[in-house]
T-cell receptor, first 115, second 115 residues
Framework: AQSVTQLDSHVSVSEGTPVLLRCNYS??????LFWYVQHPNKGLQLLLK??????LVKGINGFEAEFKKSETSFHLTKPSAHMSDAAEYFC?????????????FGAGTRLAVHP | NAGVTQTPKFQVLKTGQSMTLQCAQD?????MSWYRQDPGMGLRLIHY???????DQGEVPNGYNVSRSTTEDFPLRLLSAAPSQTSVYFC??????????????FGNGTRLTVT
């Protein structure tokens, strides 16, 4: 069975400092992994995805994530936080369930960015 | 290009009332789905459809009905609202080709309160 655990429910950083949002997954086969971002009162937007190609994945707005099979992790990073990065971030694993795309969402990490 | 459009944005119902949440997409996506978002639980799949005339249940289907008469529209019906259905509802769509790896496009959500 597939599952995903986001290790921090809240992360707070200062503007200009690095961001690290942690995600561990469980999957019985090679997974597809995604990070989505949700700004207040908005839907979710895809940040980046891993689909068994390069293990270091670059996304939009300067975010990137590294797939580490040995650690079953897919942590999201950004070298320098911007105020506009304040949002909720979801780590997602895509599971095959019959013929449909079943996405299993983590509980989310709320990122706060302080001046 | 409007993407995925959900209406209404906000709704308050009394226990036992019925209503329909509307979802429309203009990207010619075959796959459409409904999720509910509750604090600390990420998103959970309610129902999904892989094309006009084809629907199936997700993780939490009880209390909800769907239909898919056209490619563009995928309404979600609450037949007899209960306080446990207070949540934020998201409609999402994607292409069905390579469904396992395809990112979802989300609407901006409907915030439903049942009193």
């Amino acid at each position: 069975a597939q599952s995903v655990t986001q290790l921090d429910s809240h992360v707070s950083v200062s503007e200009g400092t690095p961001v690290l949002l942690r995600c561990n997954y469980s999957s019985s086969y090679s997974p597809s992994l995604f990070w989505y971002v949700q700004h207040p009162n908005k839907g979710l937007q895809l940040l980046l995805k891993y689909t068994s190609a390069a293990t270091l994945v670059k996304g939009i707005n300067g975010f990137e994530a590294e797939f580490k099979k040995s650690e079953t992790s897919f942590h999201l990073t950004k070298p320098s936080a911007h105020m506009s990065d304040a949002a909720e971030y979801f780590c997602v694993v895509s599971a095959r369930a019959g013929g449909y795309n079943k996405l299993i969402f983590g509980a989310g990490t709320r990122l706060a960015v302080h001046p | 290009n409007a993407g995925v459009t959900q209406t209404p944005k906000f709704q308050v119902l009394k226990t036992g009332q019925s209503m329909t949440l509307q979802c429309a997409q203009d990207m010619n996506h075959e796959y459409m789905s409904w999720y509910r978002q509750d604090p600390g639980m990420g998103l959970r799949l309610i129902h999904y459809s892989v094309g006009a005339g084809i629907t199936d249940q997700g993780e939490v289907p009880n209390g909800y009905n769907v239909s898919r008469s056209t490619t563009e529209d995928f309404p979600l019906r609450l037949l007899s609202a209960a306080p446990s259905q207070t949540s934020v509802y998201f409609c999402a769509s994607s292409y069905i080709r390579d469904l396992y790896n395809s990112p979802l496009h989300f609407g901006n959500g409907t915030r439903l309160t049942v009193t």
